[in-house]
């Protein structure tokens, strides 16, 4: 899938569904928990044992879905990532380098911000889109304020994001969230409950939809 496809994807589908597992054990069906509640936009952190060998298992398995790798802080995590499959990348804070890397690989790239300055840096270096991370601490609020002034600054916030907000989050000009605990809970991905987890992927899809609503 060309990078121009990846993008209106996450675009449309709005919710990146963020996985912290402590192990590779249920990730696929955890995937297909969260399919069937209507999201295949999957972001799998480097702060996962093995998360680069898991990485490549689940994109070869799920080649209709979008994995992708989060918590990069160097290019050379980049490079392993998108050899693995990787179909966007994601860091928690400005890493120039990650940028230029995932640029000379045409993949998608959410560079972590949070001051206009950062999220300025971000976009002019490159980046797809600032990750606006924390946003728990400022809200949809704070998502419309940096629209103001730079309209032309895609920005997906990440942190704090749940089904009861995500569409102020859409309403306020996010490009696309991504959403962890509130999505994927650690208990339920322990104990397997998929259930619950499609369950929480479908309350997301229904409020992204009410907010899309023409």
């Known amino acids: 899938m060309k990078k121009a496809a990846i993008l209106q994807k996450l675009s449309t589908e709005k919710v990146i569904a963020l996985i912290r597992a402590e192990s590779p054990d249920g990730l696929l069906e955890c995937a297909d928990a969260l399919a069937a509640g209507g999201l295949t936009s999957i972001e799998l952190t480097m702060t996962t044992p ?15 879905f979008l994995f992708g790798l989060g918590t990069v802080l160097d290019a050379e995590t980049a490079r392993a990532g998108i050899l693995a499959g ?21 993949v998608p790239i959410f560079a972590g911000a949070l001051t206009p300055t950062e999220v300025i840096n ?12 924390p946003a728990e601490f400022f809200g949809p609020a704070y998502i419309k304020s940096l629209k103001a002034p730079l309209p032309q600054v895609e920005l997906v916030p990440t942190g704090g994001v749940t089904a009861e ?16 605990s509130s ?3 650690a208990k339920a991905l322990r104990e397997k409950n998929w259930a619950a987890i499609t369950a929480k992927a479908q309350a997301f899809v229904k409020a992204v939809a009410a907010a899309t609503a023409k």
């Open 50 to 64: 093995g998360a680069i060998r898991m990485l490549e298992k689940v994109s070869a398995e799920r080649p209709d």
């Open 86 to 106: 990787a179909k966007f990348i994601v860091t928690p804070a400005l890493r120039p380098e990650v940028i230029t890397l995932c640029q000379r690989y045409s």
């Open 122 to 133: 971000a976009w002019e270096l490159g980046a797809d889109a600032a990750k606006v991370f």
């Open 165 to 180: 907000n995500v569409g102020e989050f859409i309403k306020a000009g996010a490009f696309a969230t991504a959403a962890g």
């Open 183 to 185: 999505l994927v809970e």
